[in-house]
């Protein structure tokens, strides 16, 4: 079992910067993919990004490509989630979460491990 704590979030001017951190504890995180979703307020959870065990491949949904930056450091067990030009849009809490399926960013179902979430808010 995998136990992920999120953090970093907060609230952001228009155009601003942040970068969320996902501890994991428990198994191996290298032994598991990693993506970050997050849920705006009366919205569905969607995808944001994904990387693979060794980092070396990435997804990223259209909203945030050039934007936002997935990054892990297994060796500290810790994913990250580096925010640029944030926008009111952005507002949302982001979820990361673990998968050992072979795509790189499957549905959302077949994460298997969940943080509590953290809150980021951009204002305009």
């Known amino acids: 079992q995998v136990q992920l704590a999120e953090s970093g979030g907060g609230l952001v001017q228009a155009g601003g910067s942040l970068r969320l951190s996902c501890a994991a504890s428990g198994r191996t995180f290298s032994t598991y993919a990693m993506g970050w979703f997050r849920q705006g307020r009366g919205e569905e959870r969607e995808f944001v990004a994904a990387i693979s065990l060794g980092g070396r491949s990435t997804s990223y949904a259209d909203s945030v490509k050039g934007r936002f930056t997935i990054s892990r450091d297994n060796a500290k067990n810790t994913g990250y989630l580096q925010m640029y030009s944030l926008r009111p849009e952005d507002t949302a809490v982001y979820y990361c979460?673990?998968?050992?399926?072979?795509?790189?960013?499957?549905?959302?179902?077949?994460?298997?491990?969940w943080g509590q979430g953290t809150q980021v808010t951009v204002s305009s």
């Open positions: 979460a673990t998968h050992t399926m072979a795509a790189l960013s499957p549905p959302a179902s077949a994460y298997n491990y």
